[in-house]
């Protein structure tokens, strides 16, 4: 069986972070919408018959019913492909929710907080949905594959072995009891990354149809799958083709300055505005190596030329000798060994530590 795999499209966001770039949060979200236009017209072009939507299709909090319309109204456009919706913590099947009070075409299907099973020819295809902007008590156990010897397929929207106490709250998913169940693809969404290329268990997030933000640097699009299962001398064969196709027409990328031969603010603005990029880019500037100047981000954000930039940010350091002020004798030398210690026990924080070394060294001086 052949279909499509997508998830957080998120139509209808705000773009906060563009909205402070003039009109760029109004063109990403025409962006979006041509996005998914596109997945819609390359399910048309193949004639894919699945396309299954793992969550966060839309912005509860923004959704507008005209947005709404247009989705429904390209889903019109491929009548023979049958829809799978599991709604996510950014569209859940609320009681007002457009989940619930929408007519929606006849090929959709729509998932709720009850785990479904919709049985096909070749596939059986399992189900559930976020009903809260916060889940916390799927119960993964009551998972039963019924006919194994059919291809079985689980659409579901969640975080797959959360370690953080914010992701727990999105619908935790543990691998080893979700292996234990035996489907042949889990059809993940809430990581706006995919995982398509190093995941062993078939346990795969699509990542998001278009980047939202430099956490999200690559490029992003739909993933094209096709599996096979057939019985041979009473053993399962089984293959999987995972092709991913690029909508995101836009990519965020970080590129870092080093200032270190800078001697003025003026230089530096001049070094910025210099730097080639590409139009079809965003861009996160870092500045890195060590200052000779005093770096104020908020004007430099106010005198860059381009639009693409949407973002500095000072890693540069002090031009301090580190090892020689740690062997002093002294209260400076007592907080730099600490310091040093604490970059040595909490690499994560490495920037925070560093920038209060920094702060704490200027109030020695």
Known sequence: MRFIHMADIHLDTPFSVLALKGNLSDIRRLEQREAFKKAIEYISKENIPFLFISGDLYEQEYIRESTIEYINNLFKEIPKTKIFISPGNHDPFLNNSF????NWNNNVKIFNSEIEKI???????YGYGFSDFYCTDFKI??????NKNKINILIIHGSLDASKTLDMQYNPINSVKLKQIGFDYVALGHIHKTNYNNNKNNFIYP???????FDELGEHGILDVEINKNKLINEKIKSEKINFIKLD?????????????????????????????????????????TKNIEINIPKLCKLTTSENILKLKD????????????NQKNLKGIF???????????????DEIKK??????KLFD
Request: net charge negative.
């Open 99 to 102: 989940y619930n009070k929408f």
């Open 119 to 125: 049985e096909l020819e070749e596939v059986d295809i």
């Open 141 to 146: 156990e009551e998972l039963k594959i019924k």
């Open 207 to 213: 990542g998001s149809l278009i980047s939202f933000g």
């Open 249 to 289: 027409n836009k990519i965020f990328e970080e590129k870092n300055i080093d200032i270190s031969l800078i001697n003025s603010e003026e230089e530096l603005i001049e070094k910025i505005n210099k730097t080639k990029l590409e139009s079809n880019k965003f861009y996160k500037i870092i500045l890195e190596g």
């Open 315 to 326: 890693k540069t350091e002090e031009k301090y000798d580190i090892e020689s002020l740690a």
């Open 336 to 350: 730099v060994k600490k310091m040093l210690q604490r970059l040595k026990d909490n690499s994560e924080e490495k």
């Open 356 to 361: 209060a070394m920094e702060i704490g060294l």
